[in-house]
T-cell receptor, first 114, second 113 residues
């Protein structure tokens, strides 16, 4: 079956701009989580969505937001980009979120802010 | 919040030898402990996970042990092979799946031929 698909794979943006990243989960998966990966901070949790509702949120500023659609696809948006937002953004999907359930990560979107 | 420490940051072993990576966590309410393998240019891949009601879990050459009292868990890879070379991450959370995971900083495992 198809895995988690993230688009685009690479993105270059200028400081002050905004960006939208997309994640299509595995068919049937209803939970989508987003993570930021940087060499300095490692993997950090951004937020988790289940059935179009944000259920959990990490410690990121309000410039980072997301949403989930009725087909479970998710988008995350970063406004007023800063150089420090350069990172690999990963999404992961799982069947139901909590409980005994395996999560599958996509290949990520590499965002470079110049 | 949760804090996960992972050691070592780099581990080099001879092919065929065993590798052990250790993690400690701080939140006693954490009950889900997955391990991920990340190869260059790819997203993390779950290789094994354990819940707090289990002390040990094994899957072929990979095993994970959990000591809830000491708040530490370890990944054991036996009979290492070149394809085991990658970065390995431990993580902890109160739930399951990928929701709210706190990750360690990662271990770069190098298998020497």
């Amino acid at each position: 079956k198809a895995g988690v698909t993230q688009t685009p794979r690479y993105l270059i943006k200028t400081r002050g701009q905004q960006v939208t990243l997309s994640c299509s989960p595995i068919s049937g998966h209803r939970s989508v989580s987003w993570y930021q990966q940087t060499p300095g901070q490692g993997l950090q949790f951004l937020f988790e969505y289940f059935s179009e509702t944000q259920r959990n949120k990490g410690n990121f500023p309000g410039r980072f937001s997301g949403r989930q659609f009725s087909n479970s696809r998710s988008e995350m948006n970063v406004s007023t980009l800063e150089l420090g937002d350069s990172a690999l953004y990963l999404c992961a999907s799982s069947l139901a979120g909590g409980g005994v359930t395996e999560a599958f990560f996509g290949q990520g979107t590499r965002l470079t802010v110049v | 919040g949760e804090n996960v420490e992972q050691h070592p940051s780099t581990l080099s072993v001879q092919e065929g030898d065993s590798a052990v990576i250790k993690c400690t966590y701080s939140d006693s309410a954490s009950n889900y402990f997955p391990w991920y393998k990340q190869e260059l240019g790819k997203g993390p891949q779950l290789i094994i996970d354990i819940r707090s009601n289990v002390g040990e879990k094994k899957d072929q050459r990979i095993a994970v042990t959990l000591n809830k009292t000491a708040k530490h868990f370890s990944l054991h890879i036996t009979e290492t092979q070149p394809e085991d070379s990658a970065v390995y991450f431990c993580a902890a959370s109160r739930g399951g799946g990928a929701d709210g995971l706190t990750f360690g900083k990662g271990t770069h495992l190098i298998i020497q031929p």
